[in-house]
């Protein structure tokens, strides 16, 4: 395990206490967001996000199956996320530990609860065959805010995915069929204090976290608050707010990069 | 000024001959001949051939100063992280204080700051540190900054040159340590300018004219630089 | 699998390619932040990202070796990289090609120097088409030397194989699925020596000598350019405004 010196959490801190962050930013400021689509052939579809220094994978796989059975006429999507050894010396190899479950189902949330992806329309014949749509999360770098970087690769990937029709005879390929995508943005809380895109240093020492999916009116599809510390009704009415702020300018940026 | 590049060369690229030279750190011999084992730069001087390394970890040379952040406090000493591939230990005969069987605790702690000197490195690699030297102790305010080990001589600069500018132009406190940890106390912008210059450093480790470079970008009004 | 698809079409391979030809490759170093050293492959297909960390104390201390460092080589292929999605995580698959990779690697690497310790080599496959071993390794030598991490020799890998009765060099997608044998290898450029080696198929006395010949030759026109992607990335360094 890397240990952060003591007084790396002081320095942050005392900046806090001046309005400022380390690397210069305001509170509720972004790092630089770049997104790269169509980075993996073999992927239905697939996209690569920076935000910072970190860096996230996410590839789309399709395939036909049974559908669950309390479900007969709506196709599944299914999403998981692998902190894998290569973007940290922290990431152990082995079966995703909690954080990586987390994550998963975190954006997985976030995807599911906005409708983004109509399950319906991916019915090829009700009990028996329907799409499965795999979502798969690839950490390549960590340096802070997976939450927001893996959400926006995965929103990227299924937005610029081809539905694989034709290998298996199901005529012609097609785009994946969206509706509007939700935007998450994370905050974390330390000593008081809540910053927008925490960057390694500041989520290792945040006590709180809190991350906010929002939709393109402003309406939250998805929350997720994490580690031991605890918010107030204010600071999550605050968080919120610059969750929608940022939200709208990183939706602009998606719909950019998928060249719409 | 003509230009000469300084010579970069690879693991496995052929240097000399042990009956010519000797060979010096960074270098392997194989049936009488000098390979490279690392990339670096090549240093050829009259008696050895040595490559300064570009990139790795802190390796550990006896009498270095360096910054340490405490790991694990037991018994009667504790283990302390030194950004080299193994651990050093700091016996409590080694602090300047005296500390009671398992009370390292109250002294040191997991996550703590110290700049340390290396008292011993063994065969098996086993490192040694102390704390028992008037400029050495218990960090307290300021920031840490790692960097390559191996740009830390440019850093410092020739004579300590580099380091007395970054000193002059942001009023800050700078401590350097051998194993690429940097310590800087002072303003928060004091802070940020040493941030900013010593990363150009890192960038431009190899290239001529740098002190000049440096000096430059300090004079400069450096009103908030990202 | 013997199906009636071809894999010559007017003497020329399914991608144009003639039978001693290699596949388009491009190599990057030290592409990762977090990583001490890294580096990016594409070959044909293939695209792989690999990791190094290291040295440092190996954990758990059962697994350290008072005389040398381990090198633990991780070979691991996303979900998405292949046709049909892949389960997370290691299979006997993997876990072999990872076994093979690391051995190959203790015998370069000098691991004398770092009693005790562990070398972690991560290599992902992202986007995968036949010869993702040999691309692997490839690419974890870049990362280890980016890494700092001394070295007497850096390690190559190719595969040659046969396609209806004819022995190639670097075999693509469909020849590695169709094919009659395949041939990985890996060497120590500056001895020669062999470092990796795993067959399957069914190759001939003549056959296989012809074959290892190709592969070994393919490794040296491989090696050439580890070693500009290595000086191209540190030379930089060097050059004044």
Aim: charged share 30%.
């Amino acid at each position: 395990m890397t240990i952060t010196p003591t007084l790396k959490r002081d320095y942050l801190v005392k900046l806090a206490q001046e309005g400022k962050r380390a690397d210069g930013r305001a509170f509720d400021e972004f790092r630089d967001i770049n997104i790269e689509t169509g980075v993996v052939l073999k992927a239905e579809g697939s996209a690569k996000v920076k935000i910072g220094n970190t860096q996230v994978l996410a590839g789309i796989k399709m395939d036909v199956g049974e559908p669950y059975p309390d479900t007969p006429d709506k196709g599944v999507m299914t999403t998981a996320a692998e902190l894998i050894p290569l973007a940290s010396p922290d990431f152990e190899s082995g079966p995703p530990d909690q954080e990586a479950i987390e994550l998963a189902r975190v954006v997985d949330r976030g995807i599911r609860e906005s409708n983004l992806i109509d399950v319906e329309k991916l019915c090829i014949e009700p009990n028996e065959k329907v799409w499965i749509v795999f979502i798969d999360i690839h950490i390549l770098d960590y340096d802070g805010n997976l939450f927001d970087a893996a959400s926006l690769a995965a929103l990227a990937a299924l937005m610029t995915t081809t539905v694989p029709a034709e290998r298996h005879e199901l005529g012609d390929n097609y785009p994946l069929p969206l509706s509007d995508p939700p935007v998450s943005v994370t905050s974390v809380k330390f000593n008081g204090t809540c910053v927008a895109d925490p960057f390694l240093d500041e989520e290792e020492i945040a006590e709180a976290r809190l991350t906010v999916a929002v939709d393109k009116n402003g309406d939250i599809r998805a929350m997720q608050k994490g580690l031991r510390g605890s918010f107030t009704r204010e600071e999550i009415t605050n968080i919120i707010n610059v969750s929608s702020i940022n939200g709208k300018k990183i939706r602009e940026k998606l719909f950019k990069s998928v060249g719409k | 000024m003509t230009k000469e590049n300084r010579e970069i060369v690879i693991p496995s690229q052929l240097l000399g001959d042990i009956k010519q030279k000797k060979a010096g750190k960074g270098t392997f011999v194989e049936n009488g001949k000098i390979y490279s084992e690392i990339i670096g730069v090549l240093s050829d001087n009259s008696k050895y051939i040595n490559v300064i390394p570009l990139k790795g970890r802190y390796d550990p040379i006896e009498k270095d100063f360096v910054i340490g952040i405490v790991e694990e406090p037991l018994q009667s000493s504790w283990l302390v992280d030194i950004n080299a591939a193994y651990p050093a230990l700091l016996h409590v005969n080694e602090v300047p204080w005296d500390v009671d069987y398992g009370e390292t605790k109250k002294f040191l702690n997991h996550g703590d700051s110290i700049m340390a000197k290396v008292l011993q490195v063994n065969r098996e690699k086993k490192l040694q540190i102390t704390l028992k030297d008037r400029n050495l102790y218990k960090i307290k305010g300021g920031f840490i900054l790692n960097v390559e080990p191996s740009k830390v001589p440019r850093i410092i600069g020739r004579k300590g040159s580099m380091i007395a500018l970054l000193k002059k132009y942001t009023s800050s406190r700078i401590f350097v340590g051998q194993n690429g940890r940097i310590w800087i106390d002072g303003t928060e912008e004091g802070i940020r300018k040493v941030i900013n210059v010593v990363r150009m450093i890192e960038n431009e480790a190899l290239s001529y004219g740098l002190t000049n470079k440096v000096e430059e970008l300090l004079k400069k009004d450096t009103k908030v630089v990202h | 699998m013997k199906q009636d698809i071809k894999l010559f079409v007017d003497g020329k391979r399914l991608d144009g390619r003639t039978p001693d030809e290699l596949r388009k490759i491009k190599m990057e170093v030290g592409v990762l932040h977090r990583a001490e050293g890294s580096s990016y492959i594409e070959w044909g297909g293939n695209k792989i990202l690999v990791a190094v960390y290291g040295p440092k104390e190996a954990i758990p201390r059962h697994t350290q070796n008072p005389l040398r460092a381990i090198v633990n080589a991780k070979y691991n292929m996303a979900a998405f990289s292949v046709d049909d999605r892949k389960r997370p995580g290691p299979d006997r698959r993997s876990r072999e090609i990872s076994k093979v990779i690391s051995e190959a690697l203790e015998n370069v690497i000098l691991v004398e120097k770092y009693p005790r310790a562990a070398i972690d080599v991560n290599i992902e496959i992202l986007d995968a088409e036949a010869g993702t071993r040999v691309a692997g390794l490839t690419a974890a030598a870049l990362a280890l030397a980016d890494a700092g991490i001394p070295m007497k020799d850096i390690p190559v890998a190719c595969a040659a194989g046969k396609i209806e009765g004819q022995v190639v060099l670097d075999l693509g997608k469909e020849e590695d699925n169709y094919g009659d044998a395949d041939l990985p290898i890996a060497i120590s450029p500056r001895t020669g020596e062999i470092l990796l080696l795993q067959m399957d198929g069914h190759l001939t006395r003549e056959e296989f000598d012809k074959a290892l010949g190709m592969a070994i030759d393919g490794c040296y026109k491989i090696s050439e350019m580890q070693k500009k992607a290595l000086v191209e990335k540190y030379q930089k360094l060097t050059e004044v405004e």
